[in-house]
């Protein structure tokens, strides 16, 4: 069983096909600009397709992953000269208390189990400066959108630059708030990569502790990119917060 989804050198040209951004890039490229960000860094920045997005004139971007094959990609797309990229995680972020904006986006902050989660709320509060802003979404548990993830919901056949892929993801495990499930990747030959995820789902209540408890204050959270208030059915949970 393989545990690294992001890991793998065939299937990482497919994640920007496969999230290519969208509400949720607009979303954070117009907060960096309604702060007037000059120091950013984007955490879990995966392929960096909204961190090189970020990057402009006057402006310091970093994009930290714990995943050296997609920072690979990262470093190879146009743009990329302009971010400092680095393997790493929360740690990476130093308490230099001068970022502007933190971001941890494309529910990256899912992967993170409770004392990861508070390791990285805490290294972000500390890198941020007074009035500093972290940002990130969430999937809402109260939507129970892992019901969804069934091998007959989700199956598909497309054609890639690998070949014809088969692709599906099925839930294996569900334990209070942490979900398991299986991605499979089937290529032409039959080969089936079956790569093992595992999320944490989080409700409003258990987030706002969690940056209360690192240090953050002025905590809002939305049910939607458009600033929705948030509902039982709110598919995502939106998360501002200011470092006191």
């Given at each position: 069983?393989?545990?690294?989804?992001?890991?793998?050198?065939?299937?990482?040209?497919?994640?920007?096909?496969?999230?290519?951004?969208?509400?949720?890039?607009?979303?954070?490229?117009?907060?960096?600009?309604?702060?007037?960000?000059r120091?950013?860094?984007?955490?879990?920045?995966?392929?960096?397709?909204?961190?090189?997005?970020?990057?402009?004139?006057?402006?310091?971007?970093?994009?930290?992953?714990?995943?050296?094959?997609?920072?690979?990609?990262?470093?190879?797309?146009?743009?990329?000269?302009?971010?400092?990229?680095?393997?790493?995680?929360?740690?990476?972020?130093?308490?230099?208390?001068?970022?502007?904006?933190?971001?941890?986006?494309?529910?990256?902050?899912?992967?993170?189990?409770?004392?990861?989660?508070?390791?990285a709320?805490?290294?972000?509060h500390d890198?941020?400066?007074?009035?500093?802003v972290?940002?990130?979404?969430?999937?809402?548990?109260?939507?129970?959108?892992?019901?969804?993830?069934?091998?007959?919901?989700?199956?598909?056949?497309?054609?890639?630059?690998l070949?014809?892929?088969?692709?599906?993801?099925?839930?294996?495990?569900?334990?209070?708030?942490?979900?398991?499930?299986?991605?499979?990747?089937?290529?032409?030959?039959?080969?089936?990569?079956?790569y093992?995820?595992?999320?944490?789902?989080?409700?409003?209540?258990?987030?706002?502790?969690?940056?209360?408890?690192?240090?953050?204050?002025?905590?809002?959270?939305?049910?939607?990119?458009?600033?929705?208030?948030?509902?039982?059915?709110?598919?995502?949970?939106?998360?501002?917060?200011?470092?006191?």
């Open positions: 069983m393989l545990t690294d989804p992001y890991g793998d050198r065939d299937l990482v040209a497919l994640y920007d096909l496969d999230n290519p951004g969208g509400g949720d890039h607009d979303f954070y490229r117009a907060l960096a600009d309604t702060l007037d960000a120091r950013i860094v984007d955490l879990g920045c995966g392929t960096g397709l909204l961190t090189r997005r970020l990057a402009k004139a006057g402006r310091s971007v970093t994009g930290i992953d714990p995943s050296p094959t997609m920072l690979d990609w990262a470093r190879r797309q146009p743009g990329a000269e302009a971010v400092t990229w680095l393997e790493g995680d929360a740690t990476s972020i130093l308490p230099s208390g001068d970022v502007d904006l933190v971001l941890c986006t494309g529910n990256a902050i899912m992967h993170l189990d409770g004392p990861a989660l508070t390791i709320t805490r290294r972000i890198g941020l400066r007074p009035g500093g972290v940002s990130f979404e969430t999937r809402n548990p109260t939507a129970r959108e892992w019901e969804e993830w069934t091998r007959e919901a989700t199956y598909d056949e497309r054609h890639t630059h070949g014809m892929l088969t692709e599906w993801v099925e839930v294996t495990d569900v334990t209070g708030g942490r979900v398991t499930f299986d991605a499979h990747n089937v290529f032409p030959d039959g080969d089936d990569r079956v093992t995820s595992v999320l944490h789902f989080r409700d409003a209540d258990a987030i706002r502790a969690a940056l209360h408890d690192a240090g953050f204050d002025r905590v809002e959270i939305r049910g939607g990119w458009g600033g929705e208030n948030v509902t039982s059915s709110s598919r995502v949970l939106v998360v501002r917060a200011e470092r006191a």
